[in-house]
Nanobody, 122 residues
Framework: QVQLVESGGGLVQAGGSLRLSCAAT????????MAWYRQAPGKQRELVAA???????NYADSVKGRFTISRDNAKNTMYLQMNSLHPADTAVYYC????????????????WGQGTQVTVSS
């Protein structure tokens, strides 16, 4: 099976930095799309940053200029460097990956990690 595990969350003061990691393991032929989402209490889960195939990146307006998404395709690992953190960034951060599990797979599947808590104090 495919599993995604996030790490790197924690408690930081406003203006601080964190680096999140998401490692995908298991039967993976290709990971064509990876993204970070976040969800604050009482709020809808929202896209933070995405890195589809081709190397292009997309960011929510609220994090542009502060967050950087990247991935190591050889390791099936994605990162989110978060700088100049704001209290509004406080949320559980989830990684997701669209995975083709083998060359003969009929379709791709989306997988989600368990989430990692990011808390930014004022």
């Amino acid at each position: 099976q495919v599993q995604l595990v996030e790490s790197g969350g924690g408690l930081v003061q406003a203006g601080g930095s964190l680096r999140l990691s998401c490692a995908a393991t298991g039967s993976i032929f290709s990971t064509n799309f990876m993204a970070w989402y976040r969800q604050a209490p009482g709020k809808q889960r929202e896209l933070v940053a995405a890195i589809p195939s081709g190397g292009s990146t997309n960011y929510a307006d609220s994090v542009k200029g502060r967050f950087t998404i990247s991935r190591d395709n050889a390791k099936n690992t994605m990162y989110l460097q978060m700088n100049s953190l704001h209290p509004a960034d406080t949320a559980v951060y989830y990684c997701t990956a669209r995975v083709r599990r083998s060359w003969s797979a009929r379709r791709e599947y989306d997988y989600w990690g368990q989430g990692t808590q990011v808390t930014v104090s004022s």
